[in-house]
């Protein structure tokens, strides 16, 4: 699995016009599977997405967790986290799970996410067009692959 989280002020996703998601301050994460990965990268990826330090203390360092914040999470399924871009100018997306297998994981990661924040958690449609809007604050992105733990 790969992520980019983003600190946002606020986020949201658009499906057919309709606001289906939306936060204040928190995480925007955009997760990509592949069909190597299982319910260990999923675990292993939320836990450290909840306990990741990106918001400042009181001295204006990034030392405190979106736990300790109070932040919320917004989460997208983004296939193209996985585009293959080294030969031609057309990424390739052959690495990114098919849905039969993508859904499941994403759907466990929605619950686990939960359970680790000890909240819900927002999220978009899976395989959705879906129009994304954020304000990252920072700005602070950080991307994590399962596989390395990178």
């Keep these: 699995m790969r992520v980019v989280i983003q600190r946002v002020v606020e986020a949201s996703v658009t ?11 928190g995480l925007m994460v955009l997760v ?3 069909n190597e990965d299982d319910k260990t990268d999923m675990e292993w990826l939320s836990n450290k997405i909840v ?3 990106l918001f400042e203390d009181e001295a204006g360092i990034m030392n405190k967790s979106l736990l300790e914040v109070g932040g919320s999470i917004l989460l997208v399924s983004q296939f193209t986290l996985h585009a293959y871009t080294k030969k031609g100018n057309r990424p390739s997306y052959i690495t990114a799970a098919k849905p039969d297998m993508a859904i499941p994981l994403y759907e466990q990661m929605i619950q686990q996410l939960e359970l680790n924040l000890g909240s819900s958690i927002q999220t ?7 129009k994304v809007a954020l304000i990252n604050d920072g700005p ?3 991307t994590i692959d399962s596989k390395n733990k990178e």
């Design 124 to 130: 978009g449609k899976f395989g959705a067009d879906m």
């Design 15 to 25: 499906v057919e016009g309709a606001v289906i998601g939306q936060i204040q301050q």
């Design 51 to 53: 306990n990741m330090r």
């Design 140 to 142: 602070v992105t950080i």
């Design 32 to 34: 990509g599977i592949v």
